[in-house]
């Protein structure tokens, strides 16, 4: 009998393709088409078009074994036995091909024959309206007494994100016997799927799709219904095997004696929550970062940063206090590499993120829960037991402590985390901040004294680590002599390896550390080559003359660089591209992109902007090596380096030279050689005033990231063109795209193989792409008018049949019409205004009636306004009859409601009125 992980994944695999399933593989967690998901939280994602009709069917029933990622339940793993971020999901999938019956039946099939549960063991739950599913699985062979029906929140499911296909569903639980229900179970011998206790374990859903679910919540019916199933392969797994919890299965249980080898650590009831996040959150940033979500400040990036995070914490109650998370990856890509090779591939560059993220924050979680521990202290001598916002904004605003570990941490001691005062606080501090950053330093340095101040020996360029001596202490506006834990302030250092911003090139962020306190620099200014590092002080006491160590943020530099010597290759390309006028008007280098502004009176063509990118491109695959050569100025000058327009150079200048690809003075960050950039990529060509023009660009793995962002929105926007094509009904016409657009995961994959002619290769794609789509966008505007032509032609010819029908009602003509869904409003108000051309008195009472809302449509001619007629207040009466409203002016008014029974009633509420 299968047991192992890996027979269970190919078992379901195998038995699928028996029944001429195709088997598809994993897609990224990053997911394609869909701006509302921030991951791929179940199997059907990938195939969300194909319910829709957004896409062509490339096959009519698919099966696979997708990587997911769902953290709503995030504070629950580690606590519970089946609780997971990252997880397997088996399923099965058809796109109008087979249905209830079939999907039923092969469930059954499977879990009795191939899983080898026992029938007697398995019950049934079904959506409460959905007695066709009761009626296939008794003749399937389970009785009617263990078939349970339960609502919309248990068995209704969907959509994967805020739209697409969704519908009642139908799951199957594991009786694993009495003993597992709870102690105080009210119903312990007789409880069934429902029961909130342990006793059955629900292992498959069948979801029925029929409808399509739009943004405004609207269930729409699906061109054809499908099927989607769900089987989770840990919680298959653990049910197999007998284990206890799906962190007791074979494959699982490998990470777990991992951890305990390299930790010195034993896998206990006590300390299993740290072995199991360690575990769990270990998979999930592994396959995150191997797809390309890198953690980050905002979004998905957030919730990766937040797992290593919270990992952080939980190695630390297995007195782990250095980076560890990272050693696990070798297990995982051990374990998991063969059936997911893109693990292997980037196996280091995980490794080296994780790393890096753990280091940045192990920092912040000492001095937070030295903090936290104190305060927590302080409420439980006082019996206090709610954790104010307060103190909660406090450790975020100063340590950096993330409040939701400060929640989950408040938890374990019973006292409660006040989440509105948190962020009550945090808006206030937002609206007390609305003065930008920039000015904030700006004005806080222009209150120090500096005539008393030494020159700062910058040795940044050479080092990222030093020691060194600190020479003064700046508070606010005056100098100091230390400064305390929470306190923000200057520091100035006799030599530092912090870049100061200048050039365009903003300042360095990292930390101070000395003997008894550390301080994180947020940023570096200077001013008369005295260099300011601004930040707060995390932990303890610093003193003015402390010997102190510095750290640079390591990866944010990185980033500097890679964007710094990528504006230089960017000068020489529009040198050599547009002619020599160009001269440098302004530039930003940022670890996140760069912007670069310069002389030329006329906007880039396409072509000129293709041709920068190329060249700069062609420059990072020759590798060139970058070398530094300090000169006195008048001698630098004869070199024929480019300088910068209107800045100021002292005696000596430092000169940057990357072969013939660039020659400038800078004293900037840059990389040891071009190749270092990796990818170069235009994101955006603009004028920031008269004679200038500016290009924003990307270098570096955020190439990689804007175009699979630009990827997935254009792959949404095919499917919204696919699904208006579908439901216009346009026959004889071919509105496909045609066109296959990269998942976020072959982007990556085409960079790591490609190098720098993906960039071309998929600039090119991009293009075409849109390209298509608006020639077909067009294409189908243009049929649409030809149709409403057309109809407005048919209703024209029916114009002797209106006259027939017409009502007189006090000489006023009235021409009253209910018509059926899809009728365009464009097309009635053209038929109106022919019946209005009468010399007599016409008023026009047309009703569309869609599926799901009604449209009415109110209009008069000049000779019955002469008469009295007002159409807006005709249609606020009719509109307040079927619940809905509308407005206009007495000759055309129009509105809707969705009561369809008192639709006659509307129109005659019209009528009484007119008489």
Not at 393 to 405: I, K, Q, V, W
Not at 742 to 754: G, H, I, L
Not at 821 to 842: C, F
């Amino acid at each position: 009998m299968i047991k192992k992980v890996s027979e269970i994944r190919n078992a379901f695999l195998n038995y699928f393709r028996s029944l001429d399933h195709e088997v598809v593989p994993s897609s990224s967690l990053l997911p394609v088409g869909d701006p509302t998901l921030l991951f791929t939280t179940a199997g059907m994602v990938q195939f969300k078009p194909l319910y829709t009709g957004a896409v062509e069917l490339p096959y009519p029933k698919a099966t696979s074994c997708q990587k997911c990622l769902r953290t709503t339940d995030l504070e629950q793993v580690g606590k519970t036995e089946r609780h997971c971020t990252f997880f397997e999901m088996l399923g099965n999938f058809s796109f109008g091909d087979y249905f209830k019956k079939e999907a039923i039946l092969y469930a059954y099939e499977f879990s009795i024959q191939h899983l080898g549960f026992k029938k007697e063991d398995i019950w049934i739950s079904v959506y409460e309206d959905d007695d066709e599913s009761i009626d296939i699985w008794i003749r399937t062979g389970i009785p009617a007494n263990r078939i349970v029906k339960l609502g919309k929140k248990d068995n209704f499911w969907g959509p994967a994100g805020d739209t697409g296909a969704c519908g009642p569903c139908s799951e199957l639980y594991l009786d694993r016997g009495v003993g597992r229900g709870f102690a105080d179970c009210s119903s312990k011998s007789s409880c069934k799927p429902g029961c909130e206790c342990d006793r059955f374990l629900e292992f498959w859903n069948l979801v029925f799709n029929q409808y399509d679910q739009d943004s405004l919540g609207n269930l729409n019916p699906l061109k054809q219904t499908g099927i989607d199933t769900g089987m989770g392969l840990e919680r298959v797994a653990m049910l197999l095997q007998g284990a206890d919890s799906v962190y007791d299965t074979d494959e699982l249980k490998k990470i777990i004696a991992f951890i305990e080898n390299i930790s010195g650590k034993v896998y206990t009831k006590d300390n299993a929550p740290s072995f199991r996040v360690l575990t769990d959150h270990s998979r999930s940033v592994t396959f995150s970062i191997s797809d390309g979500i890198i953690p980050d400040k905002t979004g998905r990036g957030y919730v990766i940063r937040r797992l290593i995070r919270r990992a952080s914490l939980f190695a630390r109650k297995l007195d782990i206090k250095e980076p560890f998370l990272y050693k696990i990856v070798e297990e995982i890509v051990a374990i998991y590499g063969e059936v997911y090779p893109e693990i292997s591939k980037k196996k280091d560059q995980i490794k080296n993120i994780i790393f890096s993220e753990e280091e940045l924050f192990l920092n912040t979680l000492e001095f937070g829960l030295e903090q936290l521990e104190y305060k927590i202290n302080e409420y439980m001598e006082s019996d206090k037991k709610v954790f104010s916002g307060k103190d909660s904004f406090r450790l975020y605003s100063t340590f950096g402590f993330p409040p939701e570990m400060t929640a989950e941490l408040l938890e374990e001691k019973g006292i409660s985390f006040d989440k509105e005062g948190f962020l009550a606080e945090l808006e206030k501090d937002r609206d007390m901040s609305r003065e930008t950053w920039k000015g904030k330093k700006v004005s806080y340095l222009s209150l120090i004294d500096k005539s008393n101040l030494k020159a700062t020996r910058f040795v940044g360029y050479d080092n990222t680590k030093f020691v060194t001596s600190l020479l003064n202490l700046l508070n606010m506006d005056k100098e100091v002599n230390e400064l305390r834990t929470g306190e923000e302030g200057v520091i100035v250092l006799e030599i530092t390896p912090f870049y100061a911003e200048s050039g365009g090139q903003i300042g360095d962020s990292g930390f101070i550390y000395s003997q008894d306190a550390t301080f994180q620099v947020l940023d570096t200014q200077k001013e008369n080559d005295i260099y300011f590092h601004i930040g707060k002080v995390m932990k303890g006491k610093l003193h003015k003359s402390d010997a102190v160590s510095c750290e640079v943020d390591k990866d944010k530099r990185n980033l500097l660089t890679y964007h710094h010597s990528g504006t230089h290759l960017l000068n020489g390309a529009l040198r050599s591209i547009l002619g020599d006028h160009v001269s440098q008007r302004a530039s930003l280098v940022s670890d996140t992109h760069l912007r670069f502004d310069f002389s030329h009176s006329s906007p880039m063509s396409p072509t000129q902007i293709d041709a920068v990118e190329d060249w700069v491109n062609h420059s990072i695959e020759k590798s060139a090596e970058v070398t530094i050569e300090v000169l006195p100025i008048e001698e630098a000058k004869k070199t024929g380096a480019v300088a910068a327009f209107d800045e100021k150079y002292g005696d000596m200048v430092r000169i940057v030279k990357m072969k013939e690809y660039s020659v400038e003075f800078c004293g900037g960050c840059h990389v040891q050689n071009t190749g270092d950039i990796r990818y170069f990529s235009i994101v955006k060509e603009s004028s920031p005033g008269a004679g200038n023009r500016r290009i924003e660009a990307v270098c570096g793995e955020k190439v990689v990231e804007h175009y699979q962002d630009l990827f997935r929105n254009l792959a949404s926007q095919v499917q919204e063109f696919s699904k208006k094509v579908q439901s216009g009904n346009l026959v004889g016409e071919d509105f496909s795209i045609g066109i296959k657009i990269p998942n976020p995961a072959e982007v990556a994959n085409d960079f790591q193989t490609k190098g720098v002619a993906a960039v071309k290769d998929y600039r090119v794609l991009k293009d075409e792409i849109e390209k298509v789509l608006n020639e077909k966008s067009l294409q189908f505007i243009k049929a649409q008018k030809q149709i409403e032509k057309k109809n407005v032609a048919n209703l024209a010819e029916s114009l002797e049949e209106f006259e027939k029908d017409a009502l007189l009602i006090n000489d006023i003509t009235v021409f009253k019409h209910i018509f059926p869904s899809k009728t365009k409003v464009e097309s009635l108000k053209e038929l109106a205004d022919r019946l209005k051309n009468k010399n007599a008195g016409v008023l026009v009472l047309f009703a569309i009636q869609e599926e799901k809302s009604i449209v009415l449509l109110y209009m008069a001619n000049q000779i019955a306004l002469q008469k009295g007629i007002k159409c807006n207040e005709l249609l606020k009466a009719s509109c307040e009859i079927i619940g809905g409203k509308g407005g206009g002016k007495p000759d055309m008014a129009q509105g809707g409601g969705k009561d369809f029974a008192k639709l006659e009633e509307a129109i005659q509420i019209a009528l009484d009125k007119l008489k």
